[in-house]
């Protein structure tokens, strides 16, 4: 499976971000790509204004745009975008919640809707954002895909169902915040989940707002970057740094994913002391 990762910055454009985006698609698939993943919030930044103001439904003119840029570039896409789900009452206030999604668009049209909300180091997505309530595994040009969003990498046993489920790769859109450690922890959870599922880890991330020059201090669910593929072993086949990027990376998925779980059968073990 040839794989192409794109960290981009997202802005509070969404026209702007969906042309970006289609030009990215075309540009992977003159590069052969069968699978392109793009960040969370590809569609519309975190910390920007109301989300709900942007979010579409999944047959609505963002997502439609982004099915036809696939099918024009003969791949399948995987890609963070904002629905419409429901209204709650807080504080004598009427809030329209939203789904953070996992567009899949392509040779399979599918979504994920992000399970574990990023309630952490002050910040509250679950005040807007409802949570999904399933996982989901996708067949990609033969390859069977786990979906997962950012802070859901924080929860092993979601990655370990996937790859119960069938998963022999996992695809891992993020928004996640810089600060002091956060790289350090990007690196270690990622290259966790990696070896706890024996997937092949494929994350792309929103780039570092104001690159390199501006990385360290905490300023919220922006991005730090640092997009990634990580093989079933621990092993980084390639990584991003903070700054806009593409990565391009051929991976042997069956049989890389078929030796490692021979070599390191946590799976069936995992599977023989339940049973």
Known sequence: ?????????????????????????????????????????AMYPFGAGRLDTVAEPLDGPFASAVRQAAKDANLTVVLGMFRPADQVKRDGKTINRIYNTLLVAGETNAHYDKIHLYDAFGYRESDTIAPGHQEAVVKIAGVSVGLATCFDVRFPEQFVSLAFAGAQLIALPTSWNDGPGKLEQWRTVTAARALDSTCVLVSAGQARPGGAANAGPSEGPTGIGHSVVIGPDGHRLGEAGYDPASLLIDVDVDSYVTRIRKEIPVLAIRERNIT
């Open 1 to 41: 499976m040839r794989i192409s990762v794109e960290q981009m910055s997202a802005v509070p454009d969404k026209q702007a971000n969906l042309q970006e985006i289609t030009e990215r698609i075309a540009r992977a698939g003159v590069s052969g790509a069968d699978l392109v993943v793009f960040p969370e919030a």
